[in-house]
């Protein structure tokens, strides 16, 4: 699938203004970056501000809060189940520590849990590892570098990426101790990309006063995930793991702690009840929404059911008003649709043009401002590049790092996309890409502390599910950073409140009928159920056939 | 455009047929095979993960008409050809050795001692064949071997754990988990050390940096972004030795 002729004769433009912006480069020349009130502006075009996108939350802890439709659809929906059905006197498993998540956050969870001497239960929607954080590419920010960069740094960064209404406590703990976890992946034998003499490599991302950005090539998710996997299942007497049984609801006890959950098998259909001291909320982001029909790079089960289960609980939602888009997702060819084109693509030189092939955006703003530039220049300036599939596109310049680095270093650097694309008959050395916004990261998410507490005791909240530490704009780097921070520090705490401050008590899901009810009341409609659990890519015509086939929500029973 | 938006796009493209555990549907000829299960009216549960070709899920055999070889591919990365005949292999149950990384040595025959079948290599590189990732699986195997942990460390770095090798070996080998065990061996034991990240956290935990970022923690928004303004951006082509012009804050 090779770029077609009319699109090739596109390409020429870039062509013919590469060897001057190449020249500009090396002179140190970039274009302008945006001042804040620039950005401010720029933000306008962002589609967090579509109003026509968004609606207030009519019940709930968080009720009056305006978000996107696809978040109050998850939020305002009835329980898949009748509570009236579920037998609570019946448990199917007991455990110290519920992890609900098998990511990167949850598997740190589940193994500095099991260090304070709890017995761990990863309940997963997928397989252990299917996750975000498998997926993701460009690196993981610390402050390593003595002499150069420090915590104070990295905190500015990440509350200028945030629009400074991050929790400070919040990114206190991130950026301390981030250095930390770059020592423990050393350790867990994580092969982080490493000069000769065992330095560690580091780049910058969008955003960054410093190259802080540690990676192992274009993998760098999936190697750290790999890694804490694989240290989880060397484990097996005290970590167990429940593939393919997704959390549905939390139990809570008459005390008011939350004792486990209700989890439901994927495989058999079975409903299941966890009773846990204390359970760790991992689940992840929300892609898989297509929130205002974006398409997105996340892996299938990203639903958010985090959110939904924690919020009839009665944990309030923040910062879920902003969506992050990447500003380079994959537009072509039609296989490759949504999928991530690493921030390290630009971090190494690449330019982001329209069709005549000029600059319109200094390629390392902070993501929403540069998915906002992008949107901007296809849709009201016209200046996109037309797609075979009827989309528009830029195109992000990847021949540029090879003049400005060297031949093989495309190859070297990002073999992961190298292979992809020529798998389509696109050599990313010699041609440039073409991207378009896409649907990547939830930037907020549920209220937790620093110690990963939340409102309800024995509930712990860890990773992308969570809200607070990127205020309203995650930076590049910071993801990776914060599941592994507070994946370990909500494990930690949550084995100790097992061991201590753990109430045993009568389950119930009271909290379940009332909201129920409280959705009732509020005329929503019964066929909204949540947590979604996977996404709806069914065939039209084949539902049409399927005369005897019944959906709960979107999932075929 | 999300997934189900493609389906729109596919409305006047050309159908081919493909054969799903032998059962014949037309396809829209752009699709992968993961998407075009679900064309059919398959829902994904097995089979599935990240659908970006990393996570090792969608591991799919198939064969082309008038070809008696077995192709490998990731469904969600592989596009559908004319007649191609398809299945999923959503998992296999490969042999895994649970250890102690903090208490195993880096010895060349940790290898044979963990996984002794590993001597039962034929070398026939049906693994290297049945490898959706280009990897030269028998070339780490063959390293492991000899016990050059590095070798196959770095030949298998590319490894989404798939379990296709695993599933086609005649000898019976779980290639994949022997390929992370020499990653995590040559990550903790053999790369040298980044003594400077230690330097690092003992900065932390002296609470070096206590004082400035309670005084940001604290500081009002406009000076906040005053500061965040005025930082010294480290450029762009700097080289690994570079140093602010300011010795603050570090």
Redesign the interface.
Known sequence: ?AYPPEVKKLIQNVERTRAERIAA??A?K?FPAMT?DERKQMLEHHPDYKEEGRRELVAGPSKGYRIAHEYCDILEAYSRYDPDDIDLDTIQYATDVLVIGGGGAGTAAALLAEEQGAKVLIATK??H??ANT??AEGGIQ????????????H??DV??GGH?VND??L??TL??EA??I??WL???????S?????????M?GGGT???RMHYA?D?TG?EIM??IR??A????GSITLLE?CPAVDLLLNEHGHCEGAVLFN??THEYYIVRAKATVIATGGSGRL?TQ?????N??GATGDGLTMAYRAGIPVRFLHTIQYHPTGA?F???A????ITEKVRGA?AHILNVDGRQFVYEREPRDVEAAAIIRECTLVGKGVPTP???WGAWLDSPMIEILSGPGTVQREF??KY??FK?YGIEIDKEPMLIYPTLHYQNGGLFYDNKGKTSVPGLFVAGEVGGGVHGENRLMGNSLLDVLVFGRIAGRTAAAYSQSDYKAGKLHLEHVRKYNGELKAAGIPPSKVAPML???????A?RKR?LTTDYHGT??E | MNDTQALKITVNEPLVPIFIMGKRYLIPSSLTIQKALEYAGYQLVRGVGCRGGICGACGTVYRIPKDHTIKVGLACQTVVERDMRIAVLPFFPANRKAYNLRQVLPEPDIFARFYPEIMRCMGCNTCTKSCPMDISTMEYISAAIRGDIEKAATLSFDCVMCGLCTARCPGELGQYNIGILARRLYGRYIARKATHVHEMVERVAQGRYEEDLRRLMAAPGEELKTIYTRREVEPELSQDFWEPKSPEHL
């Open positions: 699938m480069k090396q140190g970039e804040l997928l397989r590892g299917d498998m997926m610390a402050a390593t570098k003595v002499g150069a960069d420090s915590p104070y740094f905190y500015l509350l200028g400074f400070p406590e990114v206190y950026v301390t250095p930390d770059i020592a050393e350790d867990l034998g994580c092969m982080l490493k000069f000769p003499d065992g330095r560690m490599k580091t910058h006063c410093r190259k090539a993998i999936a790999r890694t694989d240290e299942r060397n484990r097996p393919f994927l495989d297509h029909g974006f398409m997105c790079t892996h299938y537009v060819p039609e296989q649709e949504g999928l991530l030189g599939a009827g989309k073999p992961g292979i992809l798998r996977l996404p709806d890519y069914s065939n039209p084949v399927q999932l075929r």
